[in-house]
Every structure is written in C-alpha cells, then in structure tokens.
C-alpha cells in the first residue's frame, strides 16, 4: 500500500512562490511516476506537471511551463512542486499521484492511470 501526503500549500499574493512536497511511503518510489494534479471549485481536476521515475523526463501543461518546476528525491521518497510567479487561476487543491505500472508500460503522463492519490493541499492566490 502507498502512501502519499501533500505539505506546503498556503495562501500567497500573486506573483509570489510556494513549494509543494509529496512523501511517499510504502512501496519502491523510485520505480514510480508521479504527478501533481489541481482541481479548482467547479472545475474538472487536471494534469498540472508529471515527472519519470527517474526524473529525467518531465511534462507541464502550457498553463504553467516556465513558471512550475518539478523535482524528485528518491533517496527521500519525496516528490516537489515549485510555483513560482503564482497567478490566481493557480488556486486550486494540488494533488500528487503515483503512477505504479509506468515504468513497465511506458511513461504516458496525460493518459496514464495513477493508482494512488495525496489527499490534497490547498493553494490561494489572491490578487
């Protein structure tokens, strides 16, 4: 069974930064994929930033390239997030999510099924 939970999240003016940690226990976190989703009130969840588990190969969604940077320590079995420029659409719940079959079906970060989930952090950016 693996474990995730989320810390970091807060409130923040626009323009201003935050990182976002994932500890992951149980299981071999080197061997996953891990994403960082948010859902925002009304809106669907989304695909925010994915990263192998190697950390070698990353993916953003347009909305946040340039400004969000993912990293992992898989000697801490730890994944982050760090936001920078924050503008208020980023206000969501962030989400981290393990990808356990990746490494064995190829990495698909958009289409692939993440089989566990943080239980989510809040994130506020005012303007």
């Known amino acids: 069974q693996v474990q995730l939970v989320e810390s970091g999240g807060g409130s923040v003016q626009a323009g201003g930064s935050l990182r976002l940690s994932c500890a992951a226990s149980?299981?071999?976190?080197?061997?996953?994929?891990m994403g960082w989703f948010r859902q925002a009130p009304g809106k669907e969840r989304e695909l925010v930033t994915a990263?192998?588990?190697?950390?070698?190969?990353?993916y953003y969604a347009d909305s946040v390239k340039g400004r969000f940077t993912i990293s992992r320590d898989n000697a801490k079995n730890t994944v982050y997030l760090q936001m920078n420029s924050l503008k208020p659409e980023d206000t969501a719940v962030y989400y981290c999510?393990?990808?356990?079959?990746?490494?064995?079906?190829?990495?698909?970060?958009?289409?692939?099924?993440?089989?566990?989930w943080g239980q989510g952090t809040q994130v506020t950016v005012s303007s």
């Open positions: 999510a393990a990808d356990l079959d990746a490494i064995t079906t190829g990495w698909a970060p958009v289409r692939g099924e993440y089989d566990y």
């Open positions: 990263i192998s588990w190697s950390g070698r190969r990353t």
């Open positions: 149980g299981g071999t976190f080197s061997s996953y994929a």
